[in-house]
């Protein structure tokens, strides 16, 4: 299906354990449930080493499944590669910006346009705060933020 996506997008956090694939499940479901998923391509990674190799969260893979949205992620980190061939990078807070900032600007000519997810949450939300440390309440919330923010983001680029 690779061959067919005109449009791409990765999903950005710390780890690539918690929010990144949470948005990358929910996005894929989304585009999945418009008839476009074909269309995209889709993934999540990491700014750090930390997770490589891991599965999701447990607490994240359990908000999935009672949101009945499927999930199937191994954390990897951003690679150069990535900056030149994503359209879009879309990242959680103001960390992930600056590191990946920085990682593209040893990236000649990259073409990622970065940016907060945030940005699309019709509801102001600019940070998507990172549940690792939280409750189950901070994944739900996590869910809902990135729900909003995928659905302003598919409408923007159907």
Not at 41 to 46: E, G, M, N, V
Not at 94 to 100: K, P
Request: glycine letters at 4%; charged letters at 25%; aromatic letters at 10%.
């Amino acid at each position: 299906m690779a061959a067919t996506s005109s449009k791409s997008v990765l999903f950005v956090c710390l780890g690539n354990i918690c929010r990144s694939p949470i948005a990358e499940a929910v996005f894929r479901k989304m585009a999945t449930d418009a008839g476009v998923v074909d269309k995209w391509r889709i993934d999540s990674a990491a700014t750090s080493t930390y997770e490589i190799g891991n599965p999701p969260d447990y607490r994240g893979q359990a908000c999935m499944k009672r949101h009945g949205v499927p999930m199937r992620h191994v954390a990897r980190q951003v690679t150069k590669e990535d900056f030149m061939s994503f359209e879009y990078i879309l990242c959680m807070d103001e960390s992930n910006l600056s590191d990946l900032k920085r990682k593209a600007n040893s990236v000649k000519n990259y073409k990622a346009k970065i940016e907060l997810l945030g940005s699309y949450d019709p509801q102001k939300q600019l940070i998507i705060k990172d549940p690792y440390y939280g409750s189950d309440e901070d994944f739900e919330t996590v869910y809902e933020q990135c729900v909003r923010c995928c659905k302003a983001f598919l409408e923007a680029n159907s």
